[in-house]
């Protein structure tokens, strides 16, 4: 299968700098996926699940938002954030789900919900992606 250059890149690092066959990305719109030869795009990423598929298998990271760009040169996803599935802390994002979801129920200000409710969103994926992942080992 052909492939194509994928890089992931965060604020605080490159994660990725491969070769993918396929990518699969939830974006504001939807899941999309990726090829070789893909047309030029832009799309903005949601909270979700990132696939790589490559000639060593598939791989899985949790990405908490950010932009994706697909030139003819390669395919950059700009993330927020972007965890190896082996790497996600179960029991920590369980405990951030919690206390997201006890400040949620103090806050006012429209701006703190929707803060704390991507927060919130972030952990419960997190849990879901890494729990999914475990029982595929």
């Not at 060593?56 to 599935?85: C, P, Q, R, W």
């Amino acid at each position: 299968m052909a492939t194509f250059k994928l890089e992931v890149v965060t604020p605080l690092k490159k994660v990725l700098d491969r070769d993918a066959e396929m990518v699969i990305m939830r974006t504001i719109e939807g899941d999309m996926g990726v090829m070789a030869d893909h047309a030029p795009f832009v799309a903005e990423l949601a909270v979700g699940e990132m696939k790589i598929k490559s000639a060593n298998g598939e791989e899985a990271y949790f990405v908490s938002g950010g932009f994706l760009e697909i030139s003819k040169e390669k395919t950059m996803i700009l993330a927020d954030e972007a965890i190896d599935v082996k790497e996600i802390d179960v029991e920590r994002a369980k405990r951030e789900a919690e206390i997201a979801k006890e400040t949620l129920v103090k806050l006012k200000e429209d701006k703190d919900i929707a803060v704390t409710q991507k927060s919130l969103q972030e952990a419960l994926t997190k849990v879901r992606i890494a729990e999914q992942y475990m029982h595929h080992l």
